[in-house]
Nanobody
Framework: QVQLEESGGGLVQAGDSLRLSCAAS????????MAWFRQAPGNEREFVAA????????DYADSRKGRFTISRDNAKNTVYLSMNSLKPEDTGVYSC????????????????WGQGTQVTVSS
């Protein structure tokens, strides 16, 4: 059983940067994909970025390419999401997910989820 805990959210202004962290515990991440999803009020979860724990291959939603970077620290069992040039439309709850998925963008394929961290970008 893998537990995921996110941190790093907050209230920022448009153009600012934030780095989110997702610390994993309780199990091995070998063979897993770690991902970040965003959910705005009244909307479904939206794929943001993913990284394969073994090998480090990354995937990004087209709307975040060039502004967001996903990375991992194997020694700390932690995944990061660095967000630059934030826009009001980036506002939402950002959740970390883990699982042995084949398609990184499919939320339903992930086994484990964190509680999420709120990111609010003011204009």
């Amino acid at each position: 059983q893998v537990q995921l805990e996110e941190s790093g959210g907050g209230l920022v202004q448009a153009g600012d940067s934030l780095r989110l962290s997702c610390a994993a515990s309780g199990g091995t991440l070998s063979g897993y994909t770690m991902a970040w999803f965003r959910q705005a009020p009244g909307n479904e979860r939206e794929f943001v970025a993913a990284i394969r724990w073994s090998g480090g291959t990354t995937d990004y939603a087209d709307s975040r390419k060039g502004r967001f970077t996903i990375s991992r620290d194997n020694a700390k069992n932690t995944v990061y999401l660095s967000m630059n040039s934030l826009k009001p439309e980036d506002t939402g709850v950002y959740s970390c997910a883990a699982g042995p998925v084949a398609v990184a963008s499919k939320a339903g394929a992930y086994y484990y989820w964190g509680q999420g961290t709120q990111v609010t970008v003011s204009s």
